[in-house]
């Protein structure tokens, strides 16, 4: 699922290779339990192995932001977060984010990740060197207001209802899924029970006995075995998961790309209204209302030195202003650039990755009905030979 295309696959293999329950305080300084995962990485070109540092299951991500947002949140599959099952499927999951981080072109190169992932105890003093926590702060305060975007890109408007779209019917798929699944347990379980009656029903009959107990071994059998079909359901909807968290980070670049927009928008047009005042403070004609202009015509005009200064004072914001403006323009060039270019590239994955297990989920739904026509197929040859 992850090409090792990347600088940092090249260099190095990654894995999680474990989990271990350890105890300790919380924030308000209640005693809990929480789980681990040991992270290993070893060189390619190296036979040593080194193992990384150990990350907290309950601990957030600290995203790496370069053009889009990496999210890798996981709903709570069980009530119980020690669960076995629930510990490997989370492993498991970690394992598969740190790769795709690694196979990205521009974040296997970031050396804040290149830290996490080598050093033990080093990587935390390189993140908070970074203040990550008052730039993330300052941009969920952005990113939560409401932009009115004059003129924003067509494309991330198109992306952003694809995103929408994406995230609702894979809620949806997800939703079926777990119904289809109910039922797929429940049909085994009578299979369950065909087992049992045709068992205790083979005590009564000697004739029939040996074929009734066959065919209720074949049904235990087939009974058993929903553990594993559930389980390997279970891996197939976190696939799922995983894309529809990936739709709201799409949405994140969006909003993004909203914001670096207003704030060109903005700037622009603080510049207009200031080279709108020198204009009007040069002639001395006033285009537009205002309370300032009324006084002015009430009590008199200003004095030329007056005038002098504020036209000196305009000059210098209007030179400010616009270099703002061609600053805010080239981050919002640069941004859309390479965001767009990101999120082609996640599309792409998406579509790799759904379609692998897409498939994957078919044809295990085959193999599952091809055994149920088996296992009544060895049944009815039970009943024949009675």
């Not at 999210?71 to 795709?100: I, Q, T, Y």
């Amino acid at each position: 699922m992850v090409q090792e295309g990347s600088t940092l696959l090249r260099r190095m293999e990654i894995s999680v290779a474990e989990a271990e329950k350890r105890t300790g305080k919380n924030t308000v300084n209640m005693q809990e339990i929480f789980t681990v995962y040991l992270i290993e990485t070893r060189p390619t070109l190296c036979l040593s192995t080194k193992s990384g540092p150990m990350l907290s299951a309950d601990s957030r991500q600290h995203e790496i932001y370069i053009y889009i947002y990496l999210c890798f949140v996981w709903h709570k599959l069980s009530a119980d977060n020690m669960d076995p099952d629930f510990v490997e499927r989370r492993r498991v999951g970690l394992e598969n984010f740190l790769l795709r981080v690694a196979s990205h072109s521009v974040l296997s190169n970031d050396k804040i990740l290149y830290h996490f992932l080598t050093e033990e105890h080093r990587w935390k003093e390189v993140v908070y060197e970074t203040g990550f926590q008052a730039k993330a702060d300052s941009r969920i305060k952005a990113l939560s207001a409401t932009f009115k975007v004059k003129n924003p890109d067509k494309r991330f408007t198109e992306m952003k209802h694809y995103s929408d779209e994406l995230q609702s019917l894979t809620s949806q798929l997800l939703r079926v899924r777990a119904r289809v699944a109910d039922r797929l347990y429940g049909v085994y379980k009578v299979h369950g029970n065909y087992g049992r009656v045709f068992s205790e029903w083979s005590a009564l009959e000697k004739e029939m006995g040996d074929g009734l107990q066959s065919a209720g071994h074949h049904m235990d059998a087939y009974a058993a075995s929903v553990d594993d079909i559930l389980e390997e359901e279970e891996h197939y909807a976190d696939q799922l998961k995983e894309y529809l968290f990936y739709a709201e980070a799409l949405r994140a670049v969006c909003r993004k790309h909203e914001l670096t927009q207003y704030e060109l928008e903005t700037a622009s047009s603080d510049l207009i209204f200031k080279k709108q005042q020198r204009e009007e403070l040069a002639t001395g004609m006033v285009r537009t209302f205002s309370f300032k202009g009324m006084t002015n015509k009430l009590f008199g005009q200003e004095t030329p030195e007056q005038r002098e200064a504020k036209l000196s004072l305009l000059e210098e914001q209007i030179v400010q202003g616009e270099e703002t403006v061609t600053e805010k323009t080239v981050a919002c060039e640069e941004y859309v650039k390479g965001a767009w270019v990101d999120m082609q590239r996640f599309k792409e994955q998406k579509d790799r990755d759904l379609r692998e297990a897409l498939i994957g989920y078919a044809i295990m739904q085959i193999s599952m009905c091809k055994k149920g026509i088996q296992v009544w197929t060895n049944a009815k040859e039970c009943f024949h030979k009675m």
